[in-house]
């Protein structure tokens, strides 16, 4: 049973280093995952920024998040004629192509990631400080 201070949302920052970058942020969603002690249930992952986002992909070759960024810059050029005043349409456009929040699977007290899979930190306009969320919610009756 959840003890009544159980912690169930955590607030996590990081400050990105390029205007575009895919940073790995696995280890610090399993750390907040395993502070909440939650063995069976859902966990979700969010990010209250327009012009970054999260997804999955694999974290073991460094060059897929690189080639994750070149294909992104590709599909949506920064160089178009956009009407956004503060010059940075493109990141709100890939902001929305990779979406804000992920679900995952939590077992065992931990997200159910596939071998190669890894949780990213989508930076489309940085450098920033930047911050993200992680909730999780126990299956009823754990
Ligand atoms: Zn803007």
Not at 20 to 39: C, G, K, L, S, W
Not at 90 to 115: A, C, E, F, N, Y
Request: proline residues 5%; hydrophobic residues 35%.
């Amino acid at each position: 049973m959840k003890a009544a201070n159980q912690k169930s949302l955590s607030e996590l920052r990081l400050k990105t280093t390029s205007r575009v970058e895919f940073v790995d942020i696995t280890q610090q969603v399993m750390e907040a995952v395993r502070q909440h002690q939650v063995d069976s249930g859902i966990c979700t992952i969010f990010c209250p920024h327009t012009t970054a986002g999260i997804t999955i992909n694999e974290n073991a070759d460094p060059d897929v998040p690189r080639d994750m960024t070149m294909a992104l810059g590709r599909v949506v050029p920064a160089t178009w004629e956009f009407r956004h005043s503060e010059g940075n349409s493109d990141s709100h456009v890939k902001s929305s192509l990779v979406g804000p929040s992920l679900t995952v699977i939590m077992d065992r007290g931990k997200p159910l990631l596939g071998t190669w899979q890894g949780i990213y930190f989508c930076e489309f306009d940085g450098p920033r400080e930047r911050k993200f969320y992680v909730k999780t919610v126990r299956d009823a009756g754990e």
